[in-house]
């Protein structure tokens, strides 16, 4: 009897706790939070077609597919480059609704222009890396490679010295073979677009810092 009587008023703070969430439940939903979520859910904006997510098409992700760019036979650059950035044309996938460039809300099937994307690209001035290289390869020790880079007096001085003595001939093989000695106008070498290509990285005080962690 004893424990049938210390059980009894466990039950019923529990059914009370129970009931007490309900009732609170109930209240949430509709009150204005309710109320809010609700009008968020059913005012739901078709998104723009720049914001759709690249690669997936399960669960409502959005997809879309950009075309590559057309690329010019002597800059080996895209045709459309203009101040270091070009545009592709990207196609939703098919059954896609979104706004396009225009703001113009479109059912896509997969063939219409959604949007264009920036791509990056460089500024070339005629110089060519595998000419440069194979001038400091072969005619480096009389200066032929500084002088097709734009830097005559460097040049004159390899050609008059036998390219210090073949020393500075290596060393500028090696910076030209990097890509770290490049055109003197600041111009970046014409290298095939799907080539190896140097990409130079910079701090800058919009460049985001992540805190090193140190075992």
Same mark, same amino acid.
């Given at each position: 009897?004893?424990? =049938? ?11 009370a706790a ?8 109930? =209240? ?7 109320? @809010? ?6 005012? %739901?904006?078709?998104?723009?077609? %720049? ?15 950009? #075309? ?11 045709? $459309?480059?203009?101040?270091?950035? @070009? ?7 098919? $059954?896609?609704?979104? #706004? ?9 099937? !997969? #063939? ?10 460089? $500024? ?7 000419? @440069? ?23 004159l001085l ?8 073949? *020393?500075?001939?290596? *060393?500028?093989? *090696? ?8 055109? +003197?106008?600041? +111009?970046?070498?014409? *290298?095939?677009?799907? !080539? ?20």
């Open positions: 009897m004893a424990a =049938a009587r210390a059980s009894r008023p466990m039950s019923l703070d529990c059914v129970q009931l007490f969430g309900v009732l609170w439940l109930a =209240a949430v939903a509709s009150g204005p939070w309710g109320v @809010a979520a609700s009008a968020a859910a059913g005012a %739901e904006e078709t998104p723009r077609c %720049e914001d759709l997510r690249m690669g997936w098409c399960f669960l409502n992700f959005l997809t879309y597919i950009c #075309k590559d760019p057309k690329i010019n036979d002597a800059t080996q650059e895209p045709v $459309n480059c203009t101040n270091y950035t @070009a545009h592709v044309p990207c196609l939703p996938a098919p $059954n896609i609704i979104c #706004k396009d460039s225009s703001g113009n809300e479109t059912h896509f099937t !997969g #063939k219409e222009v959604g949007f264009y994307k920036v791509v990056p690209c460089r $500024n070339v001035n005629g110089y060519s890396y595998k000419v @440069a290289v194979a001038l400091s390869l072969f005619l480096g020790w009389l200066g032929a490679d500084r002088f097709y880079l734009g830097y005559p007096a460097l040049g390899k050609f008059c010295t036998v390219g210090f003595c073949g *020393i500075g001939s290596l *060393i500028d093989f *090696i910076l030209i073979s990097m890509q770290i000695v490049g055109p +003197s106008d600041g +111009s970046s070498y014409i *290298i095939d677009y799907y !080539g190896t290509r140097l990409i130079r990285l910079s701090i800058t005080n919009e460049t985001f810092r992540k805190t090193q962690l140190y075992p």
